[in-house]
Every structure is written in C-alpha cells, then in structure tokens.
C-alpha cells in the first residue's frame, strides 16, 4: 500500500477532484480534498500530508498562491506538489512543482508516472490491491 500516505486534492472542479481523488486512494492515499486555496490551508493546519495535488485556477485562492504560502512554511515547504492544469497555461512553474499534469489527455496515467517520479516505482505497481 501507500504506507499509509496523505493526499490533499485541490481542485473547484468535482469532476477532477474525484477522479485524482480515487485514483491515489487505489494506491493506499488517505486523501483529503478541498475547493479552492483557501480551503486547503484550513485543512492543512490540522493535518500532515505527503503530496498536494492542485489546480491553478480557482476562486478565493488558486495554485500558485496556495504553492507560495506552503513554500513560506516550515512544516510545509517540503510536501511534493503536483500542478493539474489546462494545457493553455502549462508552463515552467520556477520550480514551484514537483510535476506538472494537463487535464485534457489521460489524468491517470500522468498521475501515475508523477507518482513513479515522487514515491518511485513501488507505489505505481500497487495500483488495484
């Protein structure tokens, strides 16, 4: 399993969080979601997790912003993040992101080698247990 690994999933769209959502619990996440920045930190103050997954564009609070204040933090500055984005705004993030996912081609498979680069090869072989 995951060993027993945190998941934040940030994201305003429902048919996004639940996909990224069920695909890390099929690899032993907990997973955790909330709607836009604002939200997340509410959550992470309470929490410890192992990778945040995050869309950009969001209301109250997007990605990049959410990304800066977890890189100003000292229990948070760490945590690998995955950008999830339209292809029209990908780009280099300045090293903000461990990874950078597009949502218009094959989520789960980007997720997955994302996820091969972060945790390595183990984790993408636990896929349906």
Avoid: W
Avoid at 37 to 56: C, N, S, Y
Avoid at 70 to 75: A, F, S, V
Avoid at 85 to 95: E, F
């Amino acid at each position: 399993m995951g060993k027993n690994r945190v998941a934040l999933v940030v994201d305003d769209s429902m048919l996004v969080r639940h996909c990224v959502c069920r695909f890390l619990e099929q690899r032993g996440f907990t997973v955790q979601a909330a709607s836009d920045g604002r939200e997340a930190l509410q959550k992470l103050a309470g929490m410890r997790v192992d990778l945040l997954v995050t869309d950009l564009e969001m209301p109250r609070m997007g990605g990049l912003e959410l990304i800066a204040e977890l890189k100003q933090g000292t229990r948070t500055t760490r945590i690998p993040i995955i950008i999830v984005t339209g292809r029209k705004v990908a780009g280099d993030y300045g090293g903000k992101a461990d990874y950078s996912i597009y949502k218009d081609i094959d989520i789960e498979g980007q997720l997955g080698k994302a996820l091969t680069k972060i945790f390595g090869k183990s984790l993408a072989a636990e896929a349906g247990r």
